[in-house]
């Protein structure tokens, strides 16, 4: 089962993620997700773990708990659709623009 972990403190990786679930099964991934551009984490990630009763309990104990000094919550992952995906608008190769126009005179 995939877990995803919200309200992570900033300082977190992903072997800090990895310990934190160890207790409750075997991880086959674990994965603080981290911000391109500074390089820093964003403050969530996500734990897969291979027991679903392990990873279920591991829900149930964590969700509210408090994890250096940030109370977490945790849930199971939705599966991750189309829609979800950011979207680009790239006009004339300037880069996305949010959707404003700047007038050129």
Not at 28 to 41: C, E, L, N, P, Q
Request: aromatic content about 10%.
């Amino acid at each position: 089962m995939n877990i995803f972990i919200a309200g992570l403190s900033y300082s977190i990786n992903d072997n800090d993620l990895r310990d934190l679930f160890s207790e409750y099964g075997e991880i086959s991934s674990a994965k603080v997700i981290m911000d391109k551009a500074t390089g820093r984490s964003k403050g969530y990630g996500f734990v897969e773990l291979e027991d679903n009763a392990a990873a279920q309990k591991a829900i149930d104990e964590l969700n509210g708990a408090e994890y250096d000094g940030r109370t977490i919550s945790v849930s199971e992952a939705r599966p991750r659709t189309e829609g979800d995906r950011p979207r680009r608008n790239f006009d004339n190769n300037r880069g996305g623009n949010g959707g404003f126009r700047r007038r050129e005179y």
